[in-house]
C-alpha cells in the first residue's frame, strides 16, 4: 500500500490519498485529501510526513491546487500554503517547486510532474535498500543488532524507506539480527509506526527510550546506528528528527558506526551547513502532554524543537539512491 498517491476518481474528482499516520497502529485509516487547506491540514498535523513523503505531497499540493479548480492560474496562495507548511524538510519545498514550474503547461503537466515525483521516490527507496544493506554487511557484519530513531520506512516516503528500507532489505536477506527502535518522543513516530512497519515485515523488535541508545550502544548492544534525513547540507550536517544528535553523540563515544540513509532529494547544496537550516518549533502541549493527557504542571512551557542537527564529523557514511559519501 502507497503512504500517498494521487486519485481522481469519476466520481469525486481529483484528491490525495494519504494512510492518515496519526492513527496508526491502532487502526488504518485512508483520507481523501480534495482542497488545499486540507492537505496543509495533513502536513501540518503529521498525517502525512517523513522528508520523501513530503516532497510528493508538496507536488501534489500543486496539482490539487490545479486540478480541483481546473486552472492553473491565481494559485499563488495555495502553493505558498504548501510549500509554507512545515520548513525542515528541504523535500517540501522541492517538490512544490518541480510541479510549480510546470504551471506554465497545464493541468495535467502538473499532475504528471507529481506523479513521477512520487515514482521517483518509490525507485530512490529501492536504491537506497540494496546498496544501504551492503554498506551495513560491511561496517557492521553479518548480523548486526541495529538501532533507529524516528520512523524512515515506507509511510515516510511512498514505499519502502529510506534507513528502515535497509532494515528490511537486510531482513529479506537474512542478514540481521535484530532492531531498537527509538520511540522517539514527542509524537512517538518510533514506538507508533517504525514498530507497526518493523511488526509488518515480520522483524524482530524491540521499542526503547530515546535516552536509552547512547547507553546501549556504551554496553556493546547496538552495532550500527541507521537513521533518516530531513536536509543534507554541503558540508555533509545532517538535519532529522530531534534525538538523532544524542544518537549520533552515543555512537561516536562507543565506537559504533553512524549511517544516514536518504535520497537525493534530501541533499540540499544551496545549504551550507546546518546551522542555516529552519528548524521546526513546534507547539509546546506536544512535550507537556502524552496521548492527549496533561503530565506537566499547569504553568509548566516547554520547548520543542522537531529536528536537530547531527555534525558531519559524527556521520560514518550517508547512503543516497545514487552514491556512498563518507564525509
Ligand atoms: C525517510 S524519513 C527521514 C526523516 O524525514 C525522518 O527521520 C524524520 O525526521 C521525520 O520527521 P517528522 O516530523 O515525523 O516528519
Redesign the pocket.
Known amino acids: 500500500m502507497r503512504t500517498i498517491d494521487w486519485v481522481d476518481a469519476p466520481d469525486g474528482g481529483p484528491a490525495v490519498e494519504i494512510i492518515d499516520q496519526t492513527a496508526l497502529p491502532a487502526r488504518t485509516v485512508l483520507l481523501r485529501l480534495r482542497t488545499v487547506p486540507e492537505l496543509v491540514d495533513a502536513i501540518v498535523r503529521?498525517a502525512v510526513?517523513?522528508?520523501?513523503a513530503?516532497g510528493v505531497a508538496g507536488a501534489m499540493g500543486v496539482a490539487l491546487a490545479a486540478a480541483s479548480r481546473g486552472t492553473t492560474s491565481g494559485l499563488d496562495a495555495e502553493v505558498a500554503a504548501v510549500r509554507d507548511a512545515?520548513p525542515t524538510?528541504v523535500n517540501l519545498a522541492r517538490g512544490v517547486d518541480r510541479a510549480a514550474a510546470a504551471l506554465d503547461d497545464g493541468v495535467d503537466a502538473v499532475v504528471a510532474v507529481a506523479l513521477a515525483v512520487r515514482d521517483e521516490e518509490i525507485a530512490s527507496s529501492a536504491a537506497m535498500a540494496a546498496s544501504g544493506a551492503d554498506l551495513v554487511t560491511t561496517l557492521a557484519g553479518p548480523a548486526p543488532r541495529i538501532l533507529t530513531?524516528?520512523?524512515?520506512g515506507g509511510l515516510?516516503?511512498v514505499t519502502g524507506?529510506?534507513?528502515l528500507g535497509v532494515v528490511a532489505e537486510l531482513h529479506r536477506r537474512g542478514a540481521l539480527a535484530g532492531v531498537v527502535a527509538s520511540e522517539t518522543r514527542p509524537?512517538l513516530?518510533g514506538a507508533r509506526l517504525t514498530a507497526w512497519e518493523l511488526g509488518e515485515l515480520g522483524v524482530p523488535y524491540r521499542v526503547a527510550v530515546d535516552s536509552a541508545g547512547p547507553f546501549l550502544m556504551a554496553r556493546g548492544e547496538i552495532d550500527v546506528v541507521i537513521?533518516?534525513?530531513?536536509r543534507i547540507c554541503a558540508n555533509g550536517d545532517v538535519v532529522?528528527?530531534v534525538g538523532t544528535y544524542a544518537h549520533a553523540l552515543g555512537a561516536a563515544r562507543a565506537g559504533v558506526p553512524f549511517v544516514v540513509v536518504?535520497p537525493e532529494s534530501t541533499v540540499d547544496p544551496e545549504t551550507a551547513t546546518g546551522a542555516d537550516v529552519p528548524i521546526e518549533d513546534r507547539a509546546g502541549d506536544e512535550v507537556l502532554s502524552v496521548a492527549g493527557q496533561r503530565i506537566a504542571p499547569g504553568a509548566a512551557g516547554a520547548v520543542n524543537p522537531?529536528?536537530d542537527v547531527t555534525p558531519h564529523d559524527l556521520v560514518t557514511a550517508i547512503v543516497t539512491d545514487r552514491r556512498v559519501l563518507r564525509p
Open positions: 503529521l510526513r517523513g522528508a520523501p513530503l512545515r524538510a530513531h524516528c520512523n524512515t515516510a516516503t524507506g529510506t534507513a509524537l513516530q537513521v533518516g534525513a530531513d532529522n528528527k536518504a522537531a529536528f
